[in-house]
């Protein structure tokens, strides 16, 4: 896994959000849907929010769902 998708997932597992603009103003990656997939491919579950900016752009809204812990 690169670098850029372990500081990704590590944001997303402190239960922090990522858009795209946080990816790049944290990362300087302008690919995080790209990232994300692989991160979904490497078995993390990744939840995707589309929402609507006030100029009416949409974007996407990335979370990482919360573990069950097993005993």
Same mark, same amino acid.
């Given at each position: 896994? @690169?670098? @850029?998708?372990?500081?990704? =997932?590590? %944001? =997303?597992?402190?239960? /922090?959000?990522? !858009?795209? =603009? ?7 990656? =302008?690919?995080?849907?790209? %990232? ?15 929402? $609507?900016?006030?100029?009416? $752009? !949409?974007?996407?809204?990335? @979370?990482? /769902? $919360?573990q069950r812990r097993t005993k």
């Amino acid at each position: 896994m @690169t670098t @850029t998708r372990n500081l990704i =997932l590590e %944001h =997303l597992r402190q239960g /922090k959000a990522i !858009t795209g =603009l946080v990816a790049f103003e944290l990362f300087r990656t =302008l690919s995080l849907p790209q %990232h994300i997939a692989a991160l979904r491919g490497y078995g993390n579950d990744i939840d995707t929010e589309i929402c $609507k900016a006030p100029s009416g $752009k !949409t974007y996407a809204r990335y @979370t990482l /769902k $919360k573990q069950r812990r097993t005993k």
